[in-house]
């Protein structure tokens, strides 16, 4: 008789914000080194997770639809040997639940996105004795009442909660104090990014990876193409060939193109659709100034030096995990700072000097990433 799988739905991630992707890509890649064939992978599918998608990285459908007022996946309970076939999957053969969201509960999101993320879902989850966990992510803040209520209940509500630095971890136990709430880092740092071979790392040595939530949170989009510019210009005028670096998709690109329509020379537009690819090419960067989080992860955890714009705590805390709180620039109308700082890092023993330190802190957070994934599969493996 075949050993039955365990079935582990995955939330929270896309395949089109690469932060997402890449936190999903190293779900995969953790949970298949752990279960091999006894695990299968199942998503809900939607505009930013298409069915083609998830068939071609060998992830099963949720049957889980609503449509002329009927829920169809309790219809689906009486034909599941037509469901199976086709690759789909009902809720209630769901063991586990993971939520990989980078940031989706706090005041930016409110009440009602927090509901439709979890809250609402509980009941159901917890009827069908799926186990819940929240992996590291960043959190908060809470000051809206309703928030509040609806965050209590999520925390009551899931088994393990991870908080991805210790603001986000004190926001969550202000509401609710509990030993379910637990310090882990980001986790992407356990995956391996690749150089496309088309990709001329020879001439693209310095990335600007540019956010446009940077202009929906912070400062208006005057302000932040005048600061990609003005790093851009910097950079030339010093001699070397910087890029945008696209870490997300239109919208972030749309940034770029009209920053080089501004600057005294266009500089590449430099855009893959692979998370992996993104990553790989932050790898042989020789530093970065970045607004997008993962793009900060992914060069502080290959050691690569990076100047981080921010518009949530989420930034500040990162880099002070790996020691490099004084590269965050809070205030982008101060350009001179961040010129001075990029002078710095275009010397190649200030460079040396920080990637040094950066390699260092990087073993530290990988080891604990390491320890966080062992207590998430010995707690799934619990009765």
């Known amino acids: 008789m075949a050993k039955k799988k365990i079935v582990i739905e995955l939330r929270g991630v896309e395949f089109v914000n690469k932060g997402a992707e890449l936190m999903l890509m190293t779900i995969l890649k953790l949970l298949r080194e752990k279960y091999g064939d006894s695990v299968q992978i199942v998503m809900e599918r939607n505009i930013r997770v298409p069915v083609s998608k998830l068939k071609e990285n060998n992830i099963d459908v949720k ?48 009440a009602n996105y927090a509901r439709q993320r979890i809250a609402n879902f509980l009941p159901s989850w917890k009827r069908n004795n799926a186990k819940v966990i929240l992996l590291p992510q960043a959190f908060g803040p809470f000051q809206d009442a309703e928030l509040r209520k609806v965050m209590t209940k999520i925390i009551d509500g899931v088994d393990l909660i991870f908080a991805r630095e210790e603001q986000s971890f004190e926001y969550l136990q202000e509401i609710n104090p509990t030993d379910k709430i637990q310090l882990a880092p980001d986790f992407t740092n356990m995956i391996k990014g690749y150089v496309p071979a088309d990709f001329d790392h020879v001439h693209n040595r310095i ?25 851009a210009n910097h950079l030339t005028a010093k001699g070397e060939q910087p ?3 696209i870490h997300e998709g239109s919208r972030d690109r749309v940034i770029a193109e009209k920053a080089n329509t501004l600057l005294e020379r266009e500089i590449n537009v430099v855009h893959y659709e692979d998370p992996l690819a993104i990553k790989g090419i932050i790898g042989q960067c020789d530093f970065i100034v970045c ?26 805390m990162l880099m002070k995990e790996y020691g490099v709180e004084d590269c965050v620039v809070s205030d982008l109308t101060k350009v001179d700072d961040v010129l001075a700082k990029i002078d710095d890092l275009l010397l190649e023993e200030n460079r040396t000097s920080v990637s040094r330190s950066l390699s260092q802190a990087g073993e530290i957070q990988r080891e604990r990433s390491k320890r966080t994934w062992e207590d998430i599969f010995n707690f799934i493996s619990q009765k």
Request: hydrophobic share 45%; charged share 20%.
């Open 63 to 110: 049957f889980f639809f609503r449509k002329f007022g009927i829920k169809w996946e309790e219809i689906g309970k009486f034909f599941p040997f037509l469901l199976k076939p086709l690759g789909f999957v009902l809720p209630n053969k769901i063991d586990v639940i993971l939520d990989g969201s980078g940031f989706a509960f706090g005041d930016q999101w409110g």
């Open 207 to 231: 990335a600007i990876v540019p956010n446009y939530k940077m202009i929906e949170q912070r400062l208006s989009e005057e302000d932040y193409l005048h600061f990609l510019c003005e790093v």
């Open 243 to 245: 890029f945008f670096l």
């Open 291 to 316: 607004s997008r989080f993962h793009g900060v992860v992914s060069a502080l955890s290959q050691a690569v030096p990076c100047i981080s714009t921010s518009w949530s705590h989420k930034y500040e």
